[in-house]
């Protein structure tokens, strides 16, 4: 009899415990496979209208190349990576709002920003506040990295720096004025935030390396401004030896367009640090001649298969030629992916922040086939950065000069310790 209600009760517990593996079948594996197969959300915020839309088109189709590549290699431990953009139309507080969005509405565990350089700085508050993982892939401005107040644990940036442009662009703008013999500037220079700065770290370098240089006139169109004329006259008055202008996007399609009616471009020598993107390039109406810019993407710099790689499936996947902005993008996203792969798919902002710091990454965009994101002030460094001459066709852009990272760290280090970042 005692057998037999140890029988009873054994049989009572491996039929409880059958129920209880059967209840845990339908419910907790389902989950957990659920949560492992969830997808990795990533927050973009971005222009997609308006004249400058093309940078939103680019970057998007920048860090398709880097997404497609992981997901059809399986993911982050299984995790697909989704891509969840909004249109800011470059306004910072429809930036902050909908970067709220994302992270709120969408379940958005990591951000990509692709902003101006006006939203970005929006947009790293609200990262800072929300403690949520963000790279900065697009804003230029120096001191959104380079000052310690600006700086956010958990936040980095995978684009250009402007300082870095001014020391290498102020080289070698300042052996053309010596051979020609040009002292007197203008300046013409979106009327924001990276405009100014980055005019005035341009100047600053180029009468560093050319002391006898003056800037003698500054003119600052408004971002989108629909009508030049104003600007085109007061330069064309004042009769500089030389114009430098960092106007980007559509805002510098329709300047050159613009001043070309005028002859301003046979009137004096020009720098323009933003012409070298091939869409801005094809989409001005008539090209002028021996115009100096800087080669913020070109195919063939740096000409290697890496880089004839990247763009072949670039375009195979966008109807909108590759920009500068598309390769930060691309960048961006492969920081990203690389940090994530260190964490297991694990998004804790500190986590990814440990994984990013002083990470090296293989990228067809770097000096030697490398980038890295320094450590001690969350910016990207060993990116090419290179100029050259307009001509009238394809490939655009001739005699390509590349900028020596040695002579950049010097003078960005001294720059730092003037602007007391260090």
């Keep these: 009899m005692k057998n037999f209600k140890n029988k009873i009760k054994r049989r009572s517990f491996m039929k409880v415990a059958s129920l209880g593996m059967a209840t845990t079948a339908l419910t907790g594996f389902p989950n957990i496979l659920k949560a492992a197969n969830k997808p990795i959300k990533v927050g973009v915020t971005t222009i997609l209208s308006g004249r400058v839309a093309i940078l939103g088109q680019t970057v998007l189709s920048g860090m398709k190349v880097a997404v497609d590549e992981i997901n059809n290699a399986g993911g982050i431990d299984g995790r697909k990576i989704e891509v969840i953009s909004r249109d800011s139309k470059a306004k910072p507080d429809e930036a902050a709002r909908l970067t709220r969005e994302l992270v709120n509405n969408e379940g958005c565990e990591v951000l990509l920003n692709c902003e101006a350089s006006g939203a970005t700085f929006a947009v790293n508050e609200v990262a800072r506040d929300i403690k949520k993982f963000c790279i900065h892939c697009i804003s230029e401005t120096s001191s959104l990295t380079a000052d310690p107040k600006n700086r956010v644990p958990w936040v980095f940036r995978a684009a250009r720096q402007g300082i870095h442009d001014a ?105 323009a640090v933003n012409l070298g993107d091939l869409p801005i390039l094809t989409a001005i109406k008539k090209i002028p001649k021996d115009v100096y810019g800087g080669a913020r993407y070109h195919k063939d710099i740096p000409d290697t298969q890496a880089n004839e790689d990247w763009y072949n499936k670039y375009m195979a996947g966008s109807d909108v030629l590759p920009t500068n902005w598309s390769w930060e993008a691309d960048t961006g996203m492969r920081f990203l992916i690389d940090a994530l792969k260190k964490t297991g798919g694990d998004t804790d902002p500190m986590k990814l922040a440990k994984a990013t710091a002083g990470n090296k990454i293989k990228s067809p965009f770097g000096v030697d086939g490398t980038m890295t994101i320094r450590g001690e002030d969350h910016t990207l460094v060993n990116y090419v950065i290179a100029y050259g001459r307009t001509i009238t066709k394809d490939p655009y852009l001739a005699n390509i000069q590349q900028s020596n990272w040695k002579d950049i760290y010097v003078h960005e280090k001294d720059w730092k310790k003037r602007k007391k970042y260090i």
Excluded: H
Aim: aromatic letters at 16%; one cysteine or more; glycine letters at 6%.
């Design 167 to 271: 020391v290498g662009g102020g080289i070698f703008a300042s052996e053309i004025a010596k051979k020609n013999n040009l002292k007197k500037f203008a300046t013409a220079a979106p009327d924001y935030a990276y405009g100014r700065a980055n005019t005035a770290e341009f100047m600053e370098y180029l009468k560093l390396f050319s002391p006898d240089i003056n800037v003698t006139t500054q003119t600052w169109p408004k971002i989108f401004q629909p009508d030049y004329t104003e600007n085109i006259t007061a330069l064309l008055n004042a009769k500089p030896d030389a114009l430098y202008t960092c106007l980007w996007g559509g805002d510098l399609v329709a300047f050159i367009d613009q001043a070309s009616l005028y002859g301003l471009f046979d009137q004096f020598q020009s720098f």
